[in-house]
């Protein structure tokens, strides 16, 4: 049986309070999964040799949903509303999406 395509997000940011961070993590990441999706990748970056935007970034995340919808219902979620309110607004000083594309099935 072939893999459904899925929505994809692919983000750069800014974390200044690692700690807090880690938090915000811990937090939303159930939230996350109720909406069907899941972190893919994830890495600490110490230097950008070329960005299209002026916010400094120094962690890379890719994370994958069943689809576009299931990315929406998560970010309009009240739940992760708050807990993004909480804790990655005061740790996260820039956030920026890189891309976002259905990936084919397959």
Known sequence: MAA??????LWGAQVDDEAMYSRYRAAMTPILHAHGGGFRYDFAVSRVLISETAPPINRVFMIGFPSRAAADALFSDPSYVEVRRALFAP????????????????
Do not use: F, H, K, N
């Not at 459904?4 to 997000?9: H, S, V």
């Not at 920026?96 to 990936?103: H, I």
């Open 4 to 9: 459904e395509a899925r929505y994809i997000t």
């Open 91 to 106: 740790a996260v000083s820039a956030i920026t999406q890189l891309a976002g594309y259905d990936e084919p099935a397959g």
